[in-house]
């Protein structure tokens, strides 16, 4: 069946009589999510299932709404069954490379920090106080005037003993001096020598032996010393474990029910009491207000006074719902944290202070979004968050670490247990990828969200379509559209889809083209956007992005790219292939010709010889050489040889869409009937000749269309494309009106013979009852060529016998 498309089949338009309203400022925004229902349902179930495993990967193609949806839902999930904690790392006194972890409900992180600064001002000011009581004073003021008296006693009593025997033994500045005595005066080193030996010698007998005196002495009062240091020290830590636990005795009652708080403090208040004299090497720190710069003060006069803070690294407090965190770079760091250092004294140096909260533990009891893509990107992230997932706890380390590349000694903060939902967001690609590859994937994401890029086109879609891309407008502050304009806004979405009952979900696009028309439309300082500002939009897209087409166009203007549009010519057609550059694609005519001959070789692709041919051209290649098979030589060997080229190509051919046209010019060839030139085709075929839909049949009929007026304006020219594109078509205004002159043609057909009858004016012909095509009909013309040749074959292997 051979179909000349009409009018309202090459172009769907949108029936804007649907629309009771002026402007589109009349409609109300909406946050109504279309035709994602099976996205919804995904979403809805990963989200509602707490177990391991079920997490989230969404999946599609941009600017369908994924972020939007997923956020929509998020919020309305995080406000329903959240608990929230504040996670804080804290000194441990008993190894400090081994930082404790605290967890308390959401908004105890900040005010245990602010406590813990409030104690230790506290005990800045009391300890450094305790020491200047009068009860203190009085205890040392005794227990130093028992050690002089204990010190002084034995001294005196031996210097009487030492004066009765001429020595005089005196405590100097320098020390303990012994030096000889006659008549109660002391004598000098003349007096001494004047002597007699007898006298001399009794008094360095005696000098010596109140010298050994004087240090056995002297050994006693260094044991009354610290006998009294020892008792001090009790006395001291007497009062500084007072004055301590009444200090801490508020805070430690305010936290009484977390135990690892409780832990921690009693472990703050041994340290305080083993080391309280760095609370008063500084008699001159003062108080002064607010607290927390008495604190960082304190920090920064003394060191050791970090050793108490609180660094509470996942703060809460201002969290109404549970967290939602996109993680748009997920470096290993950003990720799971990292420890920072500092430089002291040319060294590099880290505390518990220094850790630094991951998105994955800013994420903690609510929902973490990734970008799937950028994930597998960054080096050794996709490894460490499987881990994670699988132990449900995220261990701080370096990369270095996780590898076990490194033996330097750095911090192992204790591992904080989490509870949240990993959302990747990625292509489809990449998520079947993972899912083949990677045998953990499957296990830790188990629900998957696919995405629509379409939905269904009525007047209840189109009415909902509407209210979207008002929201859309008011949302950018965008001018409204009037009814015809919007009308044109739903027909460039069917066709981003290529498919006139359809409608497109990417959003992103729309809205590019509502930016583009807006701007249009505020240039004649208009009121709303109109139909022609839309269409002056999309020409200005096709001005920018068209440069490389008119580059091609003009050759072919020029006649170095050989495009014939009239006449007919035995083994050659028009074929329709689709450049894409990404942001822009174009359709170019080009010219498909074959030549056959007797041989053996079959159907040879040029292209595929020269490995300029893709997997699917080569695949419509061979199916052609299964038609011609299955078709004319089913008792006999066929002897053929036959060349198929792309004329003018130089760059590799992939798809199939040619294959059709490939049939009709190996049938001309063959059957020596001509082509006529001014048709063009595009199609696939199967192996019993049906025809198969293809892709971009809009871009290639607006192409040849295009080379038909730029070659000649009084043009007549026609296509032919497969019956199942009739739904995709949705052509530019410019070819629909030279279809309503008659001088732009356009077939669909289902089958290969229905285009012969257009392409080479000659009945295709069936098999009749006795097995035979029609006489002169085209089917009857090949097969009678493919028997001669065939004939020939085995006369020439008898005649070489």
């Known amino acids: 069946m051979i179909k000349l498309l009409k009018i309202n089949q090459l172009y769907t338009k949108c029936d804007t009589s649907i629309f009771k309203f002026r402007t589109t400022a009349e409609l109300k925004t909406t946050n109504k999510i279309l035709g994602q229902n099976r996205a919804l349902n995904s979403i809805n179930t990963a989200l509602g299932i707490k177990h391991t495993g ?56 900040i005010k245990f920090k602010k406590d813990m600064q409030t104690l230790i001002v506290s005990l800045q000011e009391k300890i450094p106080q305790t020491f200047k009581q009068k009860e203190y004073l009085s205890i040392k003021k005794e227990l130093e005037l028992k050690m002089k008296e204990e010190q002084d006693k034995p001294f005196y009593k031996l210097k009487d003993e030492a004066k009765r025997d001429d020595i005089f033994i005196n405590d100097t500045t320098s020390g303990i001096a012994i030096s000889p005595l006659k008549n109660g005066k002391a004598l000098n080193a003349e007096e001494f020598q004047s ?47 007072e004055v301590v636990s009444k200090t801490m ?55 050791n006074f970090d050793i108490y803070n609180v660094n509470v690294f996942v703060d809460n407090s201002q969290q109404n719902t549970a967290p939602i965190i996109y993680e748009n770079n997920p470096t290993y760091s950003n990720l799971f944290g990292r420890i920072e250092h ?101 296990k830790l994401f188990k629900i998957e969200a696919d995405f629509e890029e379409k939905t269904i086109r009525d007047n209840e879609s189109i009415l909902s379509y509407s209210n979207i891309i008002a929201t859309l407008l008011k949302k950018h ?9 919007l009308g044109r806004i739903i027909e460039f979405s069917s066709r ?58 003009n050759e072919i203007k020029k006649g170095t790219i050989l495009i014939d549009i009239e006449g007919e010519k035995v083994g050659q057609i028009n074929g329709l292939s689709v ?19 007797l041989g053996k070789e079959g159907v040879v692709d040029i292209e595929r010889e020269v490995n300029l041919s893709g997997a699917i051209h080569s695949k419509g290649v061979m199916i052609l050489s299964s038609f011609l098979a299955s078709r004319y030589s089913s008792d006999f060997v066929m002897s053929l040889s ?48 049906d025809v198969q839909a293809i892709g971009g049949v809009n871009e290639k009929i607006e192409g040849f269309f295009d080379v038909c007026k730029l070659k000649d304006e009084n043009f007549h020219a026609n296509v032919i494309i497969p019956y199942a594109n009739i739904e995709n078509l949705m052509l530019k205004e410019e070819v629909l009106q030279y279809v309503k002159k008659g001088q732009f043609k356009i077939y669909a057909i289902k089958h290969v013979d229905e285009g012969i009858k257009l392409l080479m004016n000659k009945e295709a012909g069936k098999r009749g009852t006795n097995k035979k095509f029609p006489k002169n009909s085209l089917n009857y013309l090949v097969e009678n060529k493919l028997i001669e040749y065939s004939n020939l074959s085995l006369g020439k292997k008898e005649n070489s016998k």
């Open 579 to 597: 450049i894409d550059f990404g942001n822009y694609a174009f359709s170019m005519p080009v010219k498909i010709s074959a030549l056959t001959r």
């Open 642 to 689: 036959a060349t198929l080229v792309f004329e003018q190509s130089y760059s590799t051919i992939d798809g199939d869409s040619a294959s059709l046209a490939e049939l009709y010019t190996l049938l001309s060839s063959i059957s020596n009937i001509a082509i006529r030139q001014s048709f063009a085709i595009t199609g696939s075929i199967n192996q019993n000749g």
């Open 342 to 442: 500092v430089t002291h004294m040319g060294t590099l140096t880290t505390d518990f202070n220094f850790i630094k909260a991951g998105s994955l533990h800013r994420a903690n009891g609510g929902y973490l979004v990734i970008d799937a893509r950028a994930l597998l990107f960054q080096h050794y992230s996709w490894e460490g968050l499987k881990r994670m997932l699988n132990s449900k706890q995220i261990h701080l380390e370096t990369v270095e670490e996780s590898m076990g590349l490194t033996n330097s000694v750095t911090l192992n903060p204790q591992s904080v247990e989490f509870e949240t939902k990993i959302i990747l967001i990625g292509s489809r690609y990449i998520y079947y990828l993972l899912y083949e590859e990677d045998e953990d994937f499957k």
């Open 477 to 485: 502050d965008l001018l409204p559209l009037t009814k015809k304009a």
């Open 54 to 109: 079920y997490n989230l990967f969404l999946m599609g193609n941009s600017g369908v709404g994924k972020h939007s949806l997923l956020n929509k839902l998020l919020k309305e999930k995080s406000k329903k069954d959240y608990v929230l904690y504040d996670w804080c790392y804290v000194n441990n006194f008993t190894d400090y490379t081994k930082p404790l972890l605290l967890k308390l409900p959401s908004g105890f992180g």
């Open 195 to 241: 002597l007699s030996i007898k006298d001399r010698e009794l008094i360095e007998r005696n000098i010596i032996f109140y010298k050994a005196k004087v240090d056995e002495n002297s050994k006693k009062e260094m044991e009354v010393s610290r006998e009294f240091i020892e008792n001090m020290k009790e006395i001291d830590n007497t009062f500084i474990e």
């Open 496 to 553: 981003l889809v290529d498919d006139c009952n359809n409608l497109s979900m990417d959003f992103s696009a729309i809205t590019d083209l509502l930016f583009e028309s807006n701007l249009i439309a505020l240039k004649r300082d208009a009121l709303s956007i109109k139909n022609e500002d839309i269409l002056k939009a999309l020409d200005g897209r096709k001005f920018r992005s068209q440069r490389i087409k008119d580059e091609v166009y």
């Open 249 to 303: 005795i508020s805070i430690k009652e305010r936290y009484s029910k977390f135990q690892d708080v409780t832990n921690y403090l009693n472990e703050v208040q041994k340290d305080v009491i083993e080391n309280f004299e760095e609370f008063i090497e500084d008699d001159n720190f003062q108080n002064p207000n607010p607290m927390e710069n008495i604190f960082s003060q304190a920090l920064d006069n003394s060191p």
